[in-house]
Structure formats: C-alpha cells, structure tokens
T-cell receptor, first 111, second 113 residues
Framework: DAKTTQPPSMDCAEGRAANLPCNHS???????VYWYRQIHSQGPQYIIH???NNETNEMASLIITEDRKSSTLILPHATLRDTAVYYC????????????FGAGTRLAVHP | EPEVTQTPSHQVTQMGQEVILRCVPI?????FYWYRQILGQKVEFLVS????????KSEIFDDQFSVERPDGSNFTLKIRSTKLEDSAMYFC???????????FGSGTRLTVV
C-alpha cells in the first residue's frame, strides 16, 4: 500500500471550512484513498473514501487531484466536536487488506 | 446505524493472567480485525480474520495471542499470559466485501497491573 504524508497538526476556527491535505504520490491505480478520524481515545471513525472522482457525504467532501497524487478532506463547517486526529490511508480495497494508520493530522477546532 | 460492539469497555487484570476481549461485528460483514493502541501511540494492526481463519497477522501477534469466532456472531481476542506492555486500547473492526468502510468498535481498555 502506498505511503501517505500528512501535516502533523492544523488549526481551524469554528464554523469555517477545514481543509486537510494528504500526499500519496506513489498510489497505484487500484488503491483507494480512505479518511478516518479518531476523537480522543475512541475507535477510529470512517469518514469517506474515493478512487479518482470527488466524493461527498454528510460528513465531508473528498477532493482527489487528477493525477491522484494528493487529496484534500474538507469539513465544510467545522465544529468543536470535529477536533480529532485525521488519518489518510491508501489501500487496495480487495480481500482482507488491513488499514495501516500513520500519525495523522491533529486538527484543533477553536471557538 | 449498525455498530461493532466491544465488551468489556475496561478490564484490569494481573500480570500473567489470561484475558478474553469480546466483539460482536456487524452481522453481514465478512472480514474481522483486531487493532491495539498503546497510550499516546499509533493504532497498530494485530490480526485479520476471514472465512474462519487468520488471513494475516502482525509481528505483535505472537503465540500468546489467539482469535476465535466461536458461534458466528462473536469475535474474540485472547491473551494467554498478560504482560505489563499489553496495557492498551484494543479495537475490533469489521467490514463487508468490497471497497466499503471498515467499522470500528469503541474499544476495550486493558490495564495489566
């Protein structure tokens, strides 16, 4: 699975959009980009995933560049409850492949 | 929304004792996983389980660990002789076939004293 690179920390004002970048320059054509977050010591929470098209759900939007070497997770109106560690993971989604978590980005949403 | 349920939420055990951590995955999911997270560290993969057998395990998952799906609904992680360094949060996860998301439980905090 391709390695991903994320900034260690980011800040965001409450109510503003949080844009979390991720680089995955060695991603292969059949690897998906998954985003998870972990709030304090809770279990990781699935946010969104995509292959090459932009995706949106009730939690967030995922923008993947045309060359697929990077992506951005967008939380459109961040709240204090979005303070968490966010993980970007590239994964071939077949069989029993497991998620491998890096250090992620620690997002702090402040009033 | 379907959930992965883990019990107990917190377990304290004496060093050398056996513990069993329990998980009830989402009913139509096919792939099952255990992860652990030592305080302040990354979430680490332990083992994946499919079709009633281990499909992959990490270096952490040595002979003191075992997993079982005894009755088609529960998925357990057994640690035979606990060590102080086994103190961690243990997360169970499951997923359906295909590129869907993996669903994690809320974890069991294991404290070995």
């Amino acid at each position: 699975d391709a390695k991903t690179t994320q900034p260690p920390s980011m800040d965001c004002a409450e109510g503003r959009a949080a844009n979390l970048p991720c680089n995955h320059s060695t991603i292969s054509g059949n690897e998906y980009v998954y985003w998870y977050r972990q709030i304090h010591s809770q279990g990781p929470q699935y946010i969104i995933h995509g292959l090459k098209n932009n995706e949106t759900n009730e939690m967030a939007s995922l923008i993947i560049t045309e060359d697929r070497k990077s992506s951005t997770l967008i939380l459109p109106h961040a709240t204090l409850r979005d303070t968490a560690v966010y993980y970007c993971i590239a994964l071939f989604s077949g069989g029993y492949n497991k998620l491998i978590f890096g250090a992620g980005t620690r997002l702090a949403v402040h009033p | 929304e379907p959930e992965v349920t883990q019990t107990p939420s917190h377990q304290v055990t004496q060093m050398g004792q056996e513990v069993i951590l329990r998980c009830v995955p989402i009913s139509n999911h096919l792939y099952f996983y255990w992860y652990r997270q030592i305080l302040g560290q990354k979430v680490e993969f332990l083992v994946s389980f499919y079709n009633n057998e281990i499909s992959e395990k990490s270096e952490i998952f040595d002979d003191q660990f075992s997993v079982e799906r005894p009755d088609g609904s529960n998925f357990t992680l057994k640690i035979r002789s606990t060590k102080l360094e086994d103190s961690a949060m243990y997360f169970c996860a499951s997923r359906i076939q295909g590129p869907g998301g993996y669903t994690f439980g809320s974890g069991t905090r294991l404290t070995v004293v």
